[in-house]
């Protein structure tokens, strides 16, 4: 499987331990499989000034070995999961995570569930109508020195990203 990560670095060889805490699926590696997806959020990088790569991997098929969730939609076990993630209680459960992010729109519904303005009912309610982008978190160090392969790296510019949007 082909997969995408947006960052200001190129990446060869990716080590957990420098990704950020309390995030969708916890303190891991995030890819998606969505090349678009990658690079909007490398936008973000170029907004603020800095470099912006798109890094390409190729992920072994066979993870058999490992613990792997994926979530298909957003439903109450992602509103839990992602919601336990975000406060530092997910844990390390499973070595690798697949599902939707929480962007923007969906952040606002978990946010206000978690704070008791809204309840599970209607936060599920609204996020029936969105429709998942694609990450994958790996967790385990090991999966990402036995499994992810780095084949390269491409540069992504502001006047790149303009010529691809005509």
Known sequence: MILYHASPYIIERPDVSYSRDFLDFGKGFYLTAIREQAEKYAMRFLRRGQKAYINEYVLDEDL?????????????????????????????????VSGGIADDKVFNTIDLYFAGEMSKEDALGRLAFEYPNHQICILNQNVILHHLKFKKATEITIEASKNDSK
């Open 64 to 96: 058999s070995e490992y613990n792997v969730m994926t979530f298909d939609r957003y439903d109450e076990a992602w509103l839990e999961y992602v919601g336990a993630c975000r406060k530092g209680n997910g844990g390390v459960i499973y070595d690798i």
